[in-house]
């Protein structure tokens, strides 16, 4: 009895750390550089010019350009001095925000920063380091082989853990996660325009396959994979 007793209690601690992982910064965590508040383009400019495309050059990103779409995608914000609510770069319902960010870079696709698979943790703008794999051709064999996918620097996957909303909302609040991933997207198509990248949205895939090619813990759901490159 005790040993199942601790064995639950080991399960809900593991699943607890993989679904609020956000929280803490440990050691192996890499730091992003700040994302910077000012740019060159106006918004109105990158919403004219927004346009998907699926083929990339080889030119590789740098660390400041990942860490500027990372902030776009699930950026916290100062905290709110007259609520104390942590604020982010997208609207929430009820500020709960259910989104998980998932990285996933080949060998030399980003400057400094080696191939792998990498969880954005917005608290401490940095990156968590989840897998060494560069899986962008199994991602890309999990969105239905959409191969083109393979040849971008930098992969994004917006993915959610939906009960964090749902414990509130209930079923309705399915829809209120789809809508945030919206945002979130459209926060990175604007971002990139603005660092002068281009992007591709991809929402066909078999989630099964995407979340075992990006190691997504069970309890997240990836909803939309968003390649990135020049
Ligand atoms: C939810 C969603 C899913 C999408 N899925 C795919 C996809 O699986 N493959 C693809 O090539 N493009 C996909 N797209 C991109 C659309 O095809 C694209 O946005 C549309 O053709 C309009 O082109 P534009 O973004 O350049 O304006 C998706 C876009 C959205 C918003």
């Known amino acids: ?58 030119t590789p990103l740098t660390v400041e350009q990942v860490s500027q779409l990372l902030w776009a995608a699930n ?24 989104l998980e960010i998932f990285l996933l870079t080949g060998s030399g696709t980003v400057k400094g920063l080696p191939a792998g698979v990498y969880n954005y943790n917005s608290t401490s703008n940095s990156l968590v380091p989840i897998s060494e794999e560069d ?11 959409q191969l083109w996918l393979a040849g971008a620097p930098v992969i994004v996957v917006i993915a959610a853990a939906f009960s964090k909303t749902t ?18 997207n459209q926060n990175l198509y604007l971002q990139a325009e603005a660092l002068g990248l281009r992007l591709g949205t991809v929402g066909a895939f078999n989630e099964a396959q995407v979340s075992a090619a990006m190691k997504i813990p069970t309890g997240v759901t990836p909803l939309l994979i968003v390649a990135i490159g020049k």
């Open 167 to 184: 414990a509130k909302y209930g079923n309705r609040g399915i829809q209120y996660v789809y809508m945030e991933s919206g945002a979130s």
């Open 135 to 145: 899986s962008r051709m199994a991602l890309a064999q999990a969105a239905l082989s």
């Open 75 to 98: 950026g916290a914000l100062p905290v709110d001095a007259i609520s104390g609510a942590t604020l982010k770069t997208l609207p929430s319902a009820g500020g709960i925000y259910p």
């Open 1 to 58: 009895m005790k040993l199942i007793k601790s064995l639950a209690f080991c399960s809900i601690t593991l699943a607890w750390g993989l679904l609020f992982q956000e929280a803490a910064f440990s050691s192996n965590d890499i730091k992003l550089p700040k994302p910077v508040l000012k740019g060159k383009l106006s918004v109105e400019a990158g919403m004219l010019n927004k346009k998907s495309v699926r083929h990339f050059t080889t």
